[in-house]
């Protein structure tokens, strides 16, 4: 096409500049404007051609196939872990289901009950109940909306450790500002649980035992633990974590004509690391600023009331508790250590809990401590996560399967547990001094023996040696059984149990 036309210009031209002998200049004028009117009309017809061979190119190219068409928008659906996720082509959006189920089983092995009282105030000693419950039974979903939000809610069905059914999980969080390289920021709002320690920083659902350390446990139900509404920060590196949230009330919490407020500040670090080892270092402090208001009238009623379960909830029985104290606050300090090598891993925690009366008494100091270890006889290990500075669980390098020959992953463990909820209790057979709180003293030795076929199940058995030390707080004598003033209301017990888990 483009020689054709040269052609047909190249002579247009010629013609005009070669004029013929003998013409007058009337003549030739004429002629040069005839060949002026003829070329204009090949120019037309040239571009003519132009256009029609573009319409027979686009009408001759290949068509893409529908299905490849369909290929570049529709959403990618995965079933990772047992997790459904769907994600957008862009992957701007996404949309995931979780679940949690734990059912636990549990056998007590106890002196009689009729020797000792294990419930201050209580006229009949409650044998402790041997059976079976689900420990969580939790349902929700999680995602990310225009890259930059995520959002989740998680509904607890109602688990033995909780109360009833309620909200465990439902915020919406912004994590697009990234002020510095390879930094994680993130605001949150809504309902959720922050880490207040190492303990509290592994998932409930990849937890060495069956529940987490008494301390741990106590700590974070102060002003934390699930379903807790506030609004936070977190920032995180390759190795590092900080957390800040300040924190209300419960979700669904009643009896409270004033929310409690309050404040969870963590740091973690893992200052040594390498391919088949790490260290973990951390700091929290946990607040009470405003204790809650459980007076419906005008008058002001604050209180604070410490106490925890033996590390197991098949029984909710609890052997520690302080009784409700006149408080205006209380602050929590925490010092975490951990680390793993090969297929070792080894942790502990230290807390002091500085509550401070207003009934013009001295302040009580409370505290516990808990070291903690594993060993994975498959060889899998624990890493340590960023996200939530602590430590993730076991993932079977083989799942289990018969026609492969392939067995999971199997860990052992042991923990020794101390929570000592006294302050200037005083001595056996005496009333209480002024100002002494008797919540007693629990020690728990456990060992145990975890399987994990596979990502989404897994099954724990423990063993627990339970000392439970406590003078009864009562200033007088009371009709037997309850021994009262002073009296040992203590005991030792043993207990077996088994948690069997499905999680995505």
Known sequence: ????????????????????????????????????????????????????????????????????????????????????????????????LRGTVQYDAAHYLQDDPLSDNRRSDAANPADLSSGANFRRARFGFEGTAFSDWNYALIYELGGSGTEGSQITQAYVEYAGWKPWDDVSLRFRVGAWATPAGLEDATSNTESLFLERAAVAELVRGLAGGDGRTGAGIFANGERWYSSLALTGAVVGNSGEYDEQSGYLGRLAFLPLSGENYGVHIGASATGVIDPADTDPSSATSQALRLRERPELRVDAQRFVDTGSIPSDGLTAYGFELGGYWDSLYLAGEVFQIDLSRSDGVPDPSFGGWYAQGAYTLTGERRRWNAANGGFQGIRPNAPFSLSEGDWGAWEIAARYSVLDLNDNEGGLGLATPVGGVRGGEQIITTIGLNWYPNNVVRFLLDYQWVEIDRLDPETSAIVTPVPGVGAQIGQDFEAVSLRSQVAF
């Open 1 to 96: 096409m483009r020689i054709r036309e040269a052609a047909v210009l190249g002579a247009s031209w010629l013609a005009l500049a070669s004029p013929a002998w003998g013409q007058t200049a009337d003549e030739t004028a004429a002629r040069i404007a005839a060949l002026e009117a003829q070329l204009a009309q090949m120019q037309a017809e040239i571009a003519a051609l132009r256009e029609q061979a573009a319409e027979d190119a686009a009408q001759t190219a290949p068509t893409p196939a529908p299905h490849a068409q369909a290929a570049n928008t529709a959403p990618q659906i995965t079933l990772a872990n047992g997790r459904p996720t769907i994600r957008s082509a862009d992957e701007r959006f996404s949309f995931a």
